[in-house]
């Protein structure tokens, strides 16, 4: 097995089993937009940074796999991991594993992480305790698939059963899982996203003004269902009165979380992956705290908009974040 | 002119700065300032720009107590730059040269689907359609839809069309299209509602070339057309 670069790698991550679209994610997309290229990154900012923390990472260029769950995979040497997000059976070797953050797998055996039970979540996120050697575009390891960005060296960046990952010792951050993971109450109570609830708070902006007293009502009044053409893209929400807006003359830029209204009157909530102009009309944007609630709900799932002001949306996620970065520093200072 | 810089926070992690005051004339100088000027805050991880102005994404978890004044301080320095060249009538000769480059690209009409619609829909014979784009220096106002894919603006009124009713599943990479009162060259193969009017074999973006897009904010492009049989 050959890396990117040439080199023979002795250390491998081998995926014996990938059931759920899956994909590595990182923060490091930056300053692309005047490209025409979308940031990407992780949709659950607040489990992908926990698990970066965990791990004694940056929470920048760490790649940590997003996946629904159901993967199976094994490795070549001693290898510690970390999974945030969804909750989700842990096996090793098919032996179930306390609930916690960390699990230290020996060489050949293998873990199974298993697909979050309903109310859960969704997402899951699998950070490795290594340096992993994958093929990167515009320094990261996103890859969106209708953006058509394939390196030179033409390693997969997207997850499949049966790919082989290369890494090598992470010896810059040491570790304490036993420490994690007698905090793991603790931490839970913090960042547990069973308890989120389907409440999506928005704040109004771009065409809002543009609604009808009536279209407005619908927005507040009704249960929007989660449909099955959603993805990374973003979520269309199925509604039983669609709402009308005036068509826009422009494209707009457009940031993660707004909400798009296009003819057929069903809302789509813009994430991640989105295109960065959008043609349709816009109707408000859905706080931070909204996004991550919708990135750990599926299709199906119904939810409930809710109009805040923007001041209670940055008040709300900054002291999310404040209260976030207090608990870390707690457990991991200990 | 004192035209104030007007900034709309979007969200938790986004602020929009409301260009659509300033002369039009000078639209795609004072944007690229503004871009280069933002650039220089480490915080700001993003910059989106379209026809209003410029959106700009912000790290949240980098933000300092010091962030807030040295935006300050940059929009300060915006405001001057901006009223200055909006003031004039046009922006300094040599700071056009230097914000922006001349794209001269070919067009092969043989591969104009929409040609006949286009031609009957504005009333004008092909050999003047073309004629009249031939003549046009178009300007970059951004950049967005997918990676490389460049507005154009300065389509004559008189050849400007509302999008396809119905878009199409696939353009091929290289058309050459109008919508509105826009023109471009897809970059790659994508889904598309504009009317397309040849094809261009110049690789307008490719991931392995640094930079890997041709053509930028702020540069201007012109068109030569070969292939129409008269």
């Known amino acids: ?334 | 002119m004192d035209v104030k810089i007007e900034i709309n926070t979007v969200s938790e992690s986004f602020f929009y700065i409301n260009l659509s005051a300033f002369d039009t004339q000078n639209a795609g100088v004072i944007k690229k300032r503004c871009v280069d000027m933002l650039s220089t805050l480490p915080e700001i991880i993003d910059i989106l720009v379209d026809k209003s102005g410029v959106l700009i994404e912000y790290d949240e978890y980098a933000v300092s107590s010091t962030t807030t004044q040295r935006l300050r301080g940059l929009l300060a320095q915006l405001q001057l730059n901006f009223t200055a060249v909006s003031s004039s009538e046009h922006a300094p000769e040599h700071e056009q040269k230097h914000l922006s480059t001349h794209h001269q690209l070919l067009i092969d009409v043989g591969k104009a689907l929409d040609l006949s619609e286009v031609c009957d829909r504005l009333a004008i014979s092909p050999p003047m359609l073309f004629e009249q784009l031939s003549q046009v220096t178009f300007d970059v106002e951004m950049m967005g839809f997918s990676p490389g894919f460049p507005y154009l603006t300065g389509l004559p009124s008189t050849l400007q069309l509302p999008r396809k009713s119905s878009p199409r599943l696939s353009v091929p990479a290289g058309s050459f299209a109008i919508a509105s009162q826009y023109t471009t060259v897809y970059p790659n193969t994508s889904p598309g509602g504009w009317y397309i009017l040849g094809r261009c074999d110049v690789s307008l973006f490719d991931i392995n070339n640094t930079p890997p897009n041709l053509i930028s904010l702020g540069d201007t492009v012109s068109f030569t057309f070969n292939g129409l049989e008269l």
């Open chain 1, 1 to 334: 097995m050959m890396n990117p670069s040439g080199r023979v790698e002795s250390e491998q991550i081998h995926f014996i089993a990938v059931n759920t679209p899956s994909y590595w994610v990182d923060n490091n997309r930056r300053h692309v937009g005047l490209l025409g290229v979308t940031r990407s990154g992780p949709l659950d900012k607040r489990s992908y940074r926990l698990n970066c923390a965990l791990l004694n990472k940056s929470n920048v260029d760490t790649p940590v796999l997003e996946t629904f769950g159901s993967i199976t995979f094994t490795t070549t040497t001693s290898l510690t991991i970390c999974v945030t997000g969804a909750n989700v059976k842990i096996t090793i070797n098919h032996i179930e594993q306390k609930a916690g953050y960390l699990f230290t797998l020996n060489p050949g055996q293998t873990v199974s992480v298993g697909t979050p039970a309903s109310g859960q979540g969704a997402r899951v996120y699998i950070g490795f305790h290594a340096k992993l050697h994958l093929a990167t575009v515009l320094n990261s390891v996103c890859n969106v698939s209708r953006e058509m960005l394939t390196p030179r060296e033409q390693t997969p960046l997207l997850l499949k059963k049966g790919l082989t990952v290369g890494f090598s010792d992470d010896d810059t951050a040491s570790l304490n899982p036993q420490h994690v993971n007698s905090c793991f109450a603790t931490l839970a109570r913090r960042f547990d996203v069973s308890a989120f609830n389907n409440t999506i708070p928005m704040f109004s902006g771009y065409q809002y003004s543009q609604l009808s007293v009536n279209a407005r009502y619908q927005i507040e009044q009704q249960q929007f269902t989660i449909d099955h053409q959603s993805d990374r893209m973003g979520y269309r929400l199925r509604s039983q009165s669609p709402i009308s807006i005036k068509p826009i003359a422009q494209s707009q830029a457009i940031c993660r979380g707004v909400i798009q209204l296009p003819p057929s009157g069903d809302p789509i909530v813009m994430l991640n992956d989105k295109q960065t102009h959008g043609g349709y009309p816009v109707i408000g944007v859905v706080s931070e705290i909204g996004v991550q609630r919708l990135a750990q709900m599926s299709a199906g799932d119904s939810v409930k908009l809710t109009i805040i002001t923007i001041e209670e949306a940055i008040s709300q996620w900054q002291m999310t974040l404040c209260l976030d970065n207090a608990t870390l520093r707690r457990v991991m200072s200990a």
